[in-house]
C-alpha cells in the first residue's frame, strides 16, 4: 500500500503537468482558502529530495507565478468579498484571523502582507480588507510579491530539508516535511509579534 503510494505521487510529479496543477491549487488557495497550499508545496519539495522529481525550482516558480495571480484577483474582488468576511463567526479560525489582521494592520500593512502569506486564512482577510478599505493596489502588489517569492522558497525549502533527512524513507520524509513547513509559519507569526511588541515597546505605544 505505501509502496503503491510512493509510486503514484513519483508517477505524477514526473509529469509535465503537475507544475501548472501546482498553479491551480495555489490560485485556487488564495480565492478560498480550503486547504493550505503549503502542504502540496512541502510534499513536493520532500519528495524532490528523496526521490529527485520534481524539480524543486519548477515548483517555486508555478508556487510564485499561482500565488501572485491568485492574491490579486482577490484583491480585485475585495469590494465584494469583504460581507462574506463580516459575517464568519468570530470565534472561528477565520473569525480569528480578521482580528489579528485588522490588529496588526495598523502597526504596518506591509509586514502584515508578508507575514500573512503564510497563515492561510490571514493571508486571504488581509487582502480583502485592504482591498476594501482602499489601500494601493502598487503597493500591495510589491509587498505581496516579496511574501509571494519567501513563501514559496521557504515552503518547498524546508519540505526538501525534510526529505534531506530521511531520504530512504520517502513517506517519512513527506511527514516531516509538511510538519517542518507547518511550525515556519507559526514561528513567523511568533518572530513578527515579538517585533512589534518591541517596537511598541521603544515608542511608547501601547499594543491594546
Known amino acids: 500500500m505505501i509502496n503503491s503510494l510512493i509510486h503514484f505521487f513519483e508517477q505524477l510529479m514526473q509529469m509535465p ?5 501546482v498553479g491551480v491549487i495555489i490560485v485556487c488557495d488564495a480565492l478560498a482558502p480550503i486547504v493550505p497550499s503549503e502542504s502540496v508545496l512541502n510534499l513536493a519539495g520532500a519528495f524532490s529530495a528523496a526521490k529527485g522529481v520534481p524539480d524543486p525550482w ?39 484571523s480578521i482580528s489579528w489582521v485588522r490588529r496588526n494592520m495598523s502597526r504596518g ?16 482577510v488581509a487582502t480583502i480588507v485592504l482591498a476594501s478599505a482602499g489601500y494601493s493596489w502598487a503597493a500591495f502588489f510589491i509587498y505581496d ?3 509571494v517569492v ?6 518547498v525549502g524546508v519540505g526538501y530539508l525534510g526529505g ?40 511608547g505605544v501601547s499594543s491594546l
Not at 17 to 21: A, D, G, I, R, V
Not at 73 to 79: D, Q, S, V
Not at 165 to 176: C, G, I, R, S
Request: glycine share 10%.
Open 58 to 96: 519548477g515548483v517555486i516558480a508555478a508556487a510564485v507565478i499561482g500565488a501572485i495571480i491568485g492574491d490579486n484577483l482577490c484583491f480585485h474582488f475585495g469590494h465584494r468579498l469583504i460581507k462574506v468576511v463580516d459575517r464568519l463567526d468570530p470565534d472561528s479560525r477565520a473569525g480569528a
Open 145 to 147: 510579491t516579496i511574501g
Open 17 to 21: 503537468l503537475f507544475y501548472p496543477l
Open 164 to 203: 534531506t533527512l530521511f531520504a530512504n524513507y520517502p513517506l517519512l520524509a513527506m511527514v516531516v516535511g509538511v510538519v517542518l513547513g507547518s511550525l515556519v509559519g507559526l514561528l513567523i507569526q511568533r518572530l513578527q509579534a515579538k517585533l512589534f511588541d518591541w517596537n511598541d515597546v521603544r515608542r
Open 150 to 155: 519567501v513563501w514559496a522558497c521557504l515552503s
Open 109 to 124: 500593512a506591509g509586514a502584515t502582507i508578508i507575514v500573512a502569506r503564510f497563515l492561510p486564512w490571514a493571508r486571504w
